[in-house]
């Protein structure tokens, strides 16, 4: 069993911060990667960032030079910080998990929403 525990989504106005955080644990021999991806109404889930255990970084073009993601190898944990926050980055957030137990697999976190208001 898998578990990912995310927080720190919330209401924010335009132009402010927030800070998600996920936590992973439990049957987890090794991590690949984590990452964030958001799905906003009425669209596809798309990838924000991403950060691999090697510490490479991915992030899509909309969110460069606004989010940082970072991780804690020790804790299980990846770090998404927010900055300069935009109306159009209104979405529920989903943290995302590659590990290796068994096998490789990947597993999403129950999501948590972010809401910037103009």
């Known amino acids: 069993q898998v578990q990912l525990v995310e927080s720190g989504g919330g209401l924010v106005q335009a132009g402010g911060s927030l800070r998600l955080s996920c936590a992973a644990s439990?049957?987890?021999?090794?991590?690949?990667?984590m990452g964030w991806f958001r799905q906003a109404p009425g669209n596809q889930r798309e990838l924000a960032a991403a950060?691999?255990?090697?510490?490479?970084?991915n992030y899509a073009d909309s969110v460069k030079g606004r989010f940082t993601i970072s991780r804690d190898n020790a804790k299980n944990t990846v770090y998404l910080q927010m900055n300069s926050l935009k109306p159009e980055d209104t979405a529920v957030y989903y943290c995302?998990?590659?590990?290796?137990?068994?096998?490789?697999?990947?597993?999403w976190g129950q999501g948590t929403q972010v809401t910037v208001s103009s």
């Open positions: 950060i691999t255990s090697g510490g490479s970084t």
């Open positions: 995302h998990l590659i590990y290796y137990s068994d096998d490789v697999s990947d597993y």
């Open positions: 439990g049957s987890i021999f090794s991590i690949y990667a």
